[in-house]
C-alpha cells in the first residue's frame, strides 16, 4: 500500500501560546535524550512561536533542529540494500519489463503500418507519430488520477491491466491467419486490422502514457530527506533500466518479425514481435501487484536505414535492429558521464546548473539532426530516380545475336544495345511515347506497345528464329525495403524450363519473365530444369535492397549459364555510418532527458511531484506533435532538407530556452511549504505593540 512521507511542517502555535522559557526548554531537550547546549557550540533554535518543524527548514544548522531531526525519523525499519530501499530495485525491474514491452512493440510499428496494413511512408510516420504523441499527452491523466485521486501504486497497476490488454488487441491484429479464410496471405477485409491495431495502441498510448510520471515520481517518494545523494543517484539508475529495456527489445523483436511463421501462408511473425512485449508487459504488472505490494512504475531514422548496408561483417544488421545503438550507448554513457564527465567540468570550477547541461543537450540533439542531414546526402545518389506523374521509364535487354538499335521517338537519338547486353532506364514523357522501331542489321520492325505513366518498363528483344520485341510492365515503384532483394528470372532457352531458388517457379516460357519475388541477402542456389537437363550453380552473393533480372542463357552439359541485368543498386552507404548520429544524440539525451527528470523533480513540491512528472513527459507529446505538423504540411522533396529544418528549429528553441533559463531562479519546495506555514501562522497570531501587549477586548475595557 503506498503510503505518504511525513509532512514537512508541524501545526501553526495557538494564537494565545507563550514564548517558551528557554531553560525549561533546553530540559525538556536533555529529558528527550538530546545533548546539552554547550557553551559556543551550535546555535539553539530560535526562540518564538515556530514550530519545531517549520524551525528545522528555516534554521537547519541550529543544536536542537539537529536533534530533532533525528528524533522525528519514522521508527519504523525499512527494509534496505546498498543504502538503497528495497523496493527500490523492483521499480527497476518493473520499469525494465515496462520498457521493453514499449519499445519492442514500437520497433516493428512503422514496418507493420507499412508493410502489413500496406500504408504509404508519410501515412505510417503519420500514425506513428501520433501514437507516440498520445503516449506522452495522457501522463497528465495519470498524473491527476494519481496525486488526487488513487495515488500513485494504485495508478500504476490499474493502468498497467489496461496497457496489457491493449498489446494483447494489438498482437491479435496483426494474426493474419484469424482474418485471411481464403488463404491468399492477404486479410479478407484490411479494416479489421486497422480497427484491431488503432484500438490496441489506443489503450496502449493511455496505459503507458498514465503510468509514466507515477513510476519516478513512486521511486523518488521511497527515499527519506538524509538520502539525497540515493535519490540522485536513483533517477540515473531509473534512465539506465529504461535504455537497457529499450536495448534488449530493439535487438530481439526485429529478429522475431523476420522470422517466417503462419498456418497456411508464411509471412513476417509480427504476431511474436507484438506478443512477446505484451507477455513482458504482463510480467510487469505481476511484479507491481505482488512484489511491490509489500513495500508500497525513430520513424524516419528507421526508414533511413532501410535504404542503408546493414553488412557489419560477421553480424547482419536489420534496419530497425539499428535503433539498438541509442539503448546501448546510453548504458554507457549514463555512468560515464555521471562518474567521469561531470567531476571533470566541477574540477575546472565550471558551474554547470541543471538548465545549462540542458541547453547543451539541445544544441547536440540539433547537431545530431545536421549529421543524419549529411548522411541522407551521401545515400541520396545510391537511390534509384522512379518516373513522375506522365512519365514512363524504359529498359532494354538484348537477347538476340547482333548489336541492336532501338528508336522510342522519332527526333530522338536511337539506343544502341549489344548482343545479350542491356541499358539503363531511360525516361520519357509518355504522352511521347507511340511506335518502337528496332534495327538488327538491315532488318527494321515496328511495333506499337500501350505505355503506363509512373511506371518502369523493360524491352527485351530479339533476332533469334525471329526478330520480336515485348514490353513488360516491372511493376517496381520503390526500392526495395526490410533488407530484401527483389529477382526474377527471364527465360532465353527455346524451351518451357522449372527454376528453383529457394521458391519455385514453374513453367517458364521462352522469352517471357516471371513476377519479382523477395530475397533476403546471400548467395542462393539456382536450379534450372529443362525436361532433359537439370543444371545448378550457386547465384552471386545478393546484398540489401537491390532488384536482379537473371537470364537463363544455357542449362547442358557444361552447366548452368546465367546474366545478371541489375534493375535496382544495391544499397552501398553502410548503417555504420549512422553511429555519429545516434551518438550525439545519446549524448543530448544523457544531458537533457536525465538531468530533466532529476530537475523536473526536485523542484516540485511534494503534492505536485506525479504533475511535474507529466508536465516533463507532455513536452515529448508536443515535439511529436510538431513532428507531425512539419510531416504533412512541409513541401520539402529531399529527405536531407526536413532534417536541416528540424536541426533549425531545434536551435531556435535552445536560444528561447537559454534566455528564458538564465533568469530562473532554483527553489527548495520544503522552504517554500515551509514559508507558506509561517505565513499562514502570521495571519493567524494577534499583533504584537512595541510594549509587549496585545489589544485589549472587549471585557477588559
Known sequence: METDRPPRSGRAAPANSQPPDPALASAEMEKSGCPPQKQGGIEPLPSGLLPSSLARHLFPNTREAICLKEKNRPSKHVPGCFGYPLSIFFIVINEFCERFSYYGMRAVLVLYFKYFLNWDDNLATAIYHTFVALCYLTPILGAIVADSWLGKFKTIVSLSIVYTVGQVVLAISSVRDMMDHDHDGVPDDIKIPIALSMIGLILIAFGTGGIKPCVAAFGGDQFEDHQ????????????????????????????????????????????????????????????????????????????????????????????????????????????????????????????????????????????????????????????????????????????????????????????????????????????????????????????????????????EITNRDKSQAELVVDGLIEKPEQGNNKIRFLNNLNSTINITMVDEFPYVDYFSFTNYSNFERGAKNITVNTGFESCSTTSLPFGYGSAYTIVVEACNSSGLSLRYVEDIQANTVSMAWQIPQYFIITCAEVVFSVTGLSFSYSQAPDNMKSVLQAGWLLTVAVGNIIVLIIAGASKLSEQWAEYVLFAGLLVAVTVVFAIMAYFYTYVDPAEVEAQLVEDEKKEKEPPVFQNGTGPAVQTQL
Open 228 to 459: 539525497e545523494k540515493q535519490r540522485s543517484r536513483f533517477f540515473s539508475i531509473f534512465y539506465l533500466a529504461i535504455n537497457a529495456g529499450s536495448l534488449l527489445s530493439t535487438i530481439i523483436t526485429p529478429i522475431l518479425r523476420g522470422e517466417e511463421c503462419g498456418i497456411h501462408t508464411k509471412q513476417k511473425c509480427y504476431p511474436l514481435a507484438f506478443g512477446v512485449p505484451a507477455a513482458l508487459m504482463a510480467v510487469a504488472l505481476k511484479i507491481s501487484e505482488d512484489i511491490l505490494l509489500p513495500f508500497v512504475k525513430g520513424s524516419r531514422w528507421t526508414l533511413q536505414a532501410t535504404t542503408m548496408d546493414g553488412d557489419f561483417g560477421p553480424i547482419q544488421i536489420k534496419p530497425d535492429q539499428m535503433q539498438t545503438v541509442n539503448p546501448i550507448l546510453i548504458v554507457i554513457m549514463v555512468p560515464v558521464v555521471d562518474a567521469v564527465v561531470y567531476p571533470l567540468i566541477k574540477k575546472c570550477h565550471i558551474n554547470f546548473t541543471p538548465l545549462r547541461k540542458m541547453t547543451v543537450g539541445m544544441l547536440l540533439a540539433a547537431l545530431a539532426f545536421f549529421v543524419a542531414a549529411v548522411v541522407q546526402v551521401q545515400i541520396n545518389p545510391t537511390l534509384p530516380k522512379f518516373p513522375a506523374a506522365g512519365q514512363t521509364q524504359i529498359k532494354v535487354i538484348n537477347l538476340g545475336t547482333e548489336n541492336a538499335t532501338i528508336q522510342f521517338i522519332a527526333d530522338k537519338e536511337p539506343v544502341g544495345v549489344m548482343p545479350l547486353g542491356s541499358t539503363d532506364y531511360f525516361t520519357f514523357d509518355t504522352p511521347l511515347l507511340s511506335d518502337i522501331r528496332v534495327t538488327y542489321g538491315s532488318e527494321t520492325f515496328n511495333q506499337s506497345f500501350t505505355y503506363v505513366g509512373k511506371q518502369r518498363h523493360t524491352l
